[in-house]
Structures are given as structure tokens and as C-alpha cells.
């Protein structure tokens, strides 16, 4: 019944169907992103604090729906179903914002545009929350338990997804970004709409023919219960306002996403840890979980920069023309998939090279390699805007800079611990591990907008922002509290990598 050696090197076509799929969704996930806070200042006329909070909330609650979305997945509709309704859902969303920026302007006298925006945001969360816990975990499911081509799979629809953000920004960034043309950002979101339509017709297309195990099996096919297919569309609607809900009082009003995660880990830790039948090592290893998680809080925060305050600094305090031509602020962001796709087999190569040796370092000092290269990046951003005279451009070598060791970090520590989370959890509580995972990026996104909430606006009259006390008055002790963030955790998670 095996296949011939040979041809276990290579991979089932249901992987480049995911990678497809995941692809062009990633085109409409980043591409959307990259232009997003600058549409909400320019266009939306939002104050950069106001925008950048939006942001975090954004894509906070983005990490939050897969939790929900993968138990209705799990339970009654199954991948396929879940794929290709989120995948719908989010295309709406972002035709949606088209519609919104195709009347933009300030909340005042343009209410229905600034409702569209939210509703368009909104139905994006939902259908998100159905669409990512599925397709990552479909590609797994291509393989047997014990494959070893598992790893390698993964590596590859690692670039998949940074493909996608790649063509994704560079469309948005060029037909959407345009210096003076607020009303060039619709084009944007009309081409991620279009981008996420490709994917759902691609996975549409190929889904009965290719995705099934080596043994012919269909994947993704039957959910565990299929009685409440209906029921689940019913409460689509009510997912929809409590989301829209709670993003409109978190922004408008007061935090509701950051106690709202807060009760879900809770939540979690409770389920998990009442459960007797545990082994002592079992918890050991969920420890392990929950530490290593709360540690990558530290990291996406900061990283999570690029699209919020370290697109604003690109916008207006460094210098984008090269050879004549000026380039636009969003699209240097798009650094991080470059490095991404072209890094990661060397990386790669290089854990490989080190286990023949025996001196491949654990996943948990990985991990704190990978936050000492993000401290590193903003370290190299601080010499460029130490001393910086008003109305003097940075160079953007260091913004370069900084992408290259924030790549070099993400590829440390994001791969790395995904496959820790799935080797130390039991298989039990496998998916409810990966949300905690999952519901660390939330809170990081979250803390990223707060953070680039307290960007040192020139021209704001509101005083200087504070932070423990530490007074932010220009850019370089802005930068600054990122260096010292990520260091120090870094440096605790140096010490107890062996332990853990
Ligand atoms: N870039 C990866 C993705 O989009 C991982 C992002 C993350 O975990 N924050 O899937």
C-alpha cells in the first residue's frame, strides 16, 4: 500500500492546494493591514492614537474568533464548510470597505462610511475565526501521524503565507497608497476582495480531488456532528453584533477586548487544570506552554509595530525616495516577507547543520534568540533617530535593518513554537493548547495598538505620553521602550530556557 520510496519526497498536490488557498488569503489579510492605519488618518481623518488602537483591536479580536471558530469546525461543519464560509465572509468584508472609502472622510459628516468600516472590520473577524484554525490544521491532516515530511510541509506553507503578504502589500501599497490620493485606498481593499474570492474559487475548485490522506480518505469532510449545520448559520448574525459590539465599545468607549482575554485564559486554565486524569508530566508540559506563551506576548507587541507606528515614522520621518522615485510608507512593511521567504530554508539549513554537530539549541532558548534579534532591530532604529533635528529625514537603511533582525527573530521563534506547543500537548487538549497560542498573539496585537498609541506625534497638542512613570518625548524613547521590553524578556527567558 506504500507509495515507493522515491516518491515520498515529494508532496501530496493537496498541499499546493493549501498553499493556494492560504496564499491568496494572506494576500487580502496583509495587503488590507499594510494600508489600513494610514486610510484611517488620511482618509477617515482618525488622530494616529485613535487609528492605532483601532488597529490592535482589529487584529486583537482576529486572533481571538479562530477559538470559536475552530470548536464549530470541530464539532459540526467540518474544514471544508468552515473554509469556504469564512473565506466568503471576509470577501464581503472587504467590499465592504471598499464601499466605506469610496465616501470617506471625517466621523462628523460621514457617519455611514465610518459604520461600514466597523461592519466591513467585523464580518472580516468572524469570518477569519472560521477560516485560519482550518486551513492550517488541513495540512497536517494530509499526512500520517508519524509522516517526516510533516515539518518540511509546514516550512512550505510558511511561505505560502508570506507570498501572499508579499503580492498583497505590494498591490495595495502601489494602487492604494499614493501620496495626496485618499481616494486611491478603495482600489486597495477592491483588490483584496477580489484576492480572497480567488481563494475561495482555487479551494472550491480542488478540494474534492486532492485533499484526502495517503491512504484516499477525504479530509475535512465530516464533522463530528453534523445536526447543527443551520443552526450554526442562525447564529452567525449574533457572532456578528457581540464582535461589532465589543469593538465599537473598546474603541469608542473603554477597554473591553483586554479583560475579555483575560477571562478566556482563565477560562482555559480552569478547564485544563480541573481535568484529574492529567500526568504529572502532562502539566509539566502545559506549564511549559503557558510560560513560553506568555513570553511571545513581549514579541508580536513589538513586532506588530509595522503596520502602526513604524508605518507612521516610514510616512513622515524618513527619507523613501531612491533614484528619483519616492516610494510609499506601507510598503516597506513588505521587507518582513522577503526576508521571511528567502531566510527560512537557510534558516533552516542552519538548525539542521548545528543537530549534526549535536548543538542545536532547544526551542526555548530559540525562543529567546529570537526576542534578543527584535530588541536588536530597535536598538539599530534608536542610533538613527538619536539627536534627530525637527524636520530632518532618517535614512531608511535603519528601517531595513530592523525588518532584517525582526524577520531573522519571527523565524526563531514563530515556527519553533507552534511545534513546541504541538509536541507538549496532549492530544486531549491539543486544540485548546494551540488557542492559548493563538489568544497570546490577541493580547500581543492588542498591547501593539496601545503601544503605538503613545507614538510621539509632532504636531499633537495632547501631553507627552508616559509609560511606569518613563516619559516618551521623542522618537528615540519611544524606540527605546521596545528594546529594553524585549531584552529583558529575552534575558529571563535566556536564564530559564534550561530549566524549562
Ligand atoms: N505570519 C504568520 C501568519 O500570518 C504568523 C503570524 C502570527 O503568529 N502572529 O500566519
Known sequence: EQAPAAAQTSHPKGLYLLFATEMWERFSYYGMRAVLVLFLTKAMMMDKSFASKFYGGYTSLVYLTPLIGG??????????????????LMALGQFTLFFSASNYGPAETHALSHWLLYLG?????????????????????????????????????????????????????LIGDREGHPEAFRWAFLACGIA????????????????????????????????????????????????LGILWLDSAKFPTIAPLLG?????IIY??????????????????????????????????QAPASLT?????????????????????????????????????????????????????LKMAIGLALLAAGYLVMCFGVHDLQPGVKVSMFFLVALYFLHSAG???????????VNKLAPVKFASLL?????????AANYLAGYMSSLYPDPKSTSPMPQILGFQITNLYDFFMVFVVSAAVAAAILFFISGKL
Not at 500520517?144 to 505590494?170: E, H, P, Q, V, W
Request: hydrophobic residues 50%; glycine residues 10%; positive net charge.
Open 121 to 173: 472590520l467585523g464580518v472580516m473577524i468572524v469570518g477569519n475565526g472560521f477560516f485560519k484554525p482550518n486551513i492550517s490544521s488541513m495540512v497536517g491532516s494530509l499526512y500520517s501521524a508519524t509522516d517526516k515530511r510533516k515539518d518540511a510541509a509546514y516550512t512550505i506553507f510558511y511561505m505560502g503565507i508570506n507570498l501572499g503578504s508579499f503580492l498583497g502589500n505590494t498591490i495595495t501599497s
Open 410 to 420: 519571527e523565524l526563531c521563534l514563530s515556527p519553533i513554537g507552534l511545534s513546541l
Open 434 to 442: 494551540m488557542a492559548v497560542w493563538f489568544l497570546a498573539n490577541a
Open 312 to 364: 507612521f515614522f516610514a510616512d513622515e520621518q524618513m527619507n523613501r525616495t531612491i533614484f528619483g522615485y519616492t516610494l510609499p510608507a506601507s510598503i516597506f512593511q513588505n521587507l518582513n516577507a522577503i526576508f521571511v521567504v528567502v531566510g527560512a530554508p537557510l534558516m533552516a539549513a542552519v538548525w539542521t547543520a548545528l543537530g549534526r554537530r549535536g548543538a542545536e539549541p532547544p526551542s526555548p
Open 71 to 88: 470548536y464549530i469546525s470541530d464539532r459540526y461543519w467540518g474544514n471544508r464548510r468552515s473554509i469556504i464560509t469564512g473565506g466568503l
Open 196 to 243: 480572497m474570492l480567488l481563494s475561495v474559487v482555487v479551494f472550491r475548485w480542488g478540494k474534492d480531488k486532492h485533499l484526502h490522506t495517503p491512504t484516499g480518505e477525504q479530509v475535512g469532510l465530516t464533522p463530528v456532528q453534523s445536526g447543527g449545520i443551520m443552526g450554526v448559520y442562525a447564529l452567525l448574525p449574533v457572532l456578528l453584533a457581540l464582535i
Open 263 to 267: 477571562v478566556a485564559v482563565l477560562g
Open 271 to 304: 478547564m485544563i487544570f480541573s481535568d484529574k486524569s492529567l500526568s504529572g508530566a502532562d502539566v509539566k508540559g502545559i506549564m511549559v506552554i503557558f510560560i513560553v506563551s506568555f513570553f511571545v506576548v513581549f514579541f508580536w507587541a513589538a513586532f506588530e
